[in-house]
């Protein structure tokens, strides 16, 4: 290679995205995603990546399908441990299997990564592309400017979710606006679900989670921030389907019994009803407990209440000066999820019933999510799921149809859920805010130890005894050598430190974090999410790319994914 292509091949990426701009490849609202219509090219693109592995090599059986596919625990009735042994896609072609349509995974992107400087790629993660300089919030400023793409359905304005919460959380995980004013929006932390979404797998993941007003209100109507917090407490009794602590509170004030003890004085927990009692039920408190008296609003183990939403931002990972590994300014993403409409039981059993006889009648068909890219799709459980992503200048955009359809798979068919979402089930209790707090805070709370699962197992450790490795696709190379040896057998020291600390498996190097934010960076550049977004530094080996006719994973027996267990069986430290 000459001089000249030397110079061209260590062009930085901040070069590179200046010259895209002045080139004209990309304008002030962003270089040509459309919102409008629902084609699809890729028809499956509700199917994960990670469904394509190769979990058959040799005699040893790898499973890391069970963490989404086991039973199901009423009300989700999606129950399907036989996923764990067979590879059931659409035959869009009759007798035919498609070709993996995820062709990111297989690129060669070693290179491309190597070229792009460490200085380049730490500057890049440390901007905030979310809070403008002005004291705003880049995105909603954006959809308040709407190009005629992105308005899917021709009204002129945008009529889905406009981003509303600061990320300003206090130490009890409040969000407030810049002036002080409570958005309603509250961060906790959580157990991240084994496999991609761990840290070492490529992205911070942070979730917050809102209530509708009436939660937030008395009885008469006014703001408490007591009601509001009880109210939190009850739901995640009732997602965790388990008694929940809480700071002491005056059960008279609120007019509800909360730790089910048949009077009203003060109480230490929400105790976990259900199903309900003669003399012993579960109620909200302040205007949500008046509304659910006169059935405008419910309650069920397992489901949240109507108009529920939840904000989940994808960030990279920001590498210190020493070494550490935390969540970057820049967002990857920005996921929201609303319930609109409650679902019983029997409602829930019945659109899965109807599902499957479709599947069954036409096994060539793929799914079909309404809605649209504006207003997000429906999962046909009651919830709407909307996505943001990086345009190529690194600004958010709303995601495509297509690339919405990428996230329905996960929060529709699966068992792994509750009630659409994963990460409120999986909350720590841990520090003196019940896990009420922002991920920037657990840098001051001691070690986590492996949850454990309602089996007595702990959960970590399991997924890579039964997976042999730490990511689906098994190109973790970091976690494989830390917990295997070279033949394979358990390293007892990594385990017996995995034990008390899960840190050791969810961050990654600084090495490694910093490389996967590279090739992440190289997919915002081409806008490639159609072809998936995980960050592959060199080719999977370990994924098919055309699944063999009638291939089964060889998984002999289906392993069961219990929930994990109270925190108070767990003992998570407290400060």
Not at 121 to 138: Q, S
Not at 363 to 391: C, H, M, T
Not at 524 to 530: L, M
């Amino acid at each position: 290679m000459g001089r000249q292509g030397r110079a061209s091949a260590a062009l930085t990426p901040l070069l590179v995205g200046a010259a895209l701009l002045l080139a004209g490849c990309a304008d002030p609202d962003d270089g040509g995603v459309s919102l409008e219509g629902r084609t699809l090219e890729n028809r499956l693109a509700y199917i994960p990546p990670q469904c394509y592995t190769i979990a058959k090599v040799a005699a040893l059986r790898h499973n890391p399908c069970y963490v989404c596919h086991a039973e199901a625990p009423e009300p989700n009735p999606n129950g399907q441990p036989e996923l764990q042994q067979e590879y059931a896609f659409p035959q869009l072609q009759a007798g035919r299997v498609p070709r993996n349509p995820w062709t990111n995974l297989f690129k060669d992107r070693r290179a491309e990564v190597a070229a792009i400087a460490d200085a380049d790629m730490a500057r890049y993660v440390a901007e905030d592309n979310y809070h403008g300089a002005n004291g705003t919030l880049r995105l909603t400023e954006r959809l308040a400017q709407l190009p005629a793409r992105w308005d899917a359905d021709g009204n002129g304005r945008w009529d889905g979710y406009r981003p509303d919460a600061w990320l300003n959380f206090d130490a009890q995980g409040w969000d407030h606006a810049p002036d002080g004013t409570p958005t309603g929006w509250r961060s906790f932390v959580y157990h991240p679900f084994p496999g991609a979404f761990m840290p070492t797998n490529g992205s911070f993941d942070d979730v917050a989670i809102r209530l509708p007003a009436a939660f937030r209100r008395d009885a008469q109507g006014r703001e408490s921030l007591a009601v509001y917090t009880v109210n939190l407490a009850i739901v995640e009794s009732l997602i965790t389907r388990q008694d929940v602590p809480i700071d002491p509170v005056d059960e008279r004030a609120l007019g509800t019994d909360l730790d089910g003890d048949g009077h009203l004085g003060m109480a230490d927990h929400i105790a976990y009803i259900w199903p309900a009692e003669p003399q012993r039920r579960m109620r909200y408190a302040g205007q949500a407990g008046a509304q659910q008296a006169a059935g405008q609003v419910h309650l069920a183990a397992g489901l949240y209440p109507e108009g529920t939403e939840f904000l989940h931002s994808v960030r990279y990972l920001a590498v210190g000066n020493d070494g550490t590994v935390s969540a970057s300014p820049r967002m990857k993403e920005l996921r929201y999820a609303r319930k609109d409409g409650w679902r019983t039981y029997s409602q829930l059993r019945h659109t899965a019933s109807i599902e499957g006889k479709e599947q069954a009648l036409k096994p060539e068909n793929p799914e079909v999510f309404p809605g649209n890219a504006e207003r997000g799709l429906s999962n046909r459980q009651g919830w709407v799921y909307q996505g943001f992503i990086e345009d190529r200048r690194g600004q958010l955009r709303p995601q495509s149809f297509e690339e919405t359809v990428y996230c329905m798979g996960c929060h529709s068919g699966i068992s792994a859920t509750e009630d659409g979402s994963f990460a409120f089930a999986r909350k720590l209790r841990t520090g003196a805010a019940h896990g009420w707090l922002a991920w920037s805070d657990m840098v001051h709370q001691p070690p986590v130890p492996d949850p454990l699962r309602t089996d007595g197992q702990p959960e970590y450790a399991s997924y890579l005894r039964a997976n042999h490795a730490g990511d689906e696709f098994r190109e973790n190379l970091e976690l494989l050598t830390k917990y295997f040896g070279p033949d394979g057998r358990e390293k007892p020291e990594a385990f017996a430190r995995l034990a008390t600390d899960v840190s050791s498996m969810t961050l990654p190097s600084p090495q490694r974090a910093m490389a996967l934010n590279k090739a992440y960076w190289l997919l915002v550049r081409e806008q490639s999410f159609k072809a998936g977004r995980s960050p592959v530094v060199a080719p999977a080996t370990n994924v098919y790319q055309e699944v063999p006719q009638d291939a089964t994973t060889g998984v002999e027996e289906p392993l069961p994914a219990p929930r994990l267990a109270a925190a108070r069986d767990v003992a998570y430290p407290a400060h």
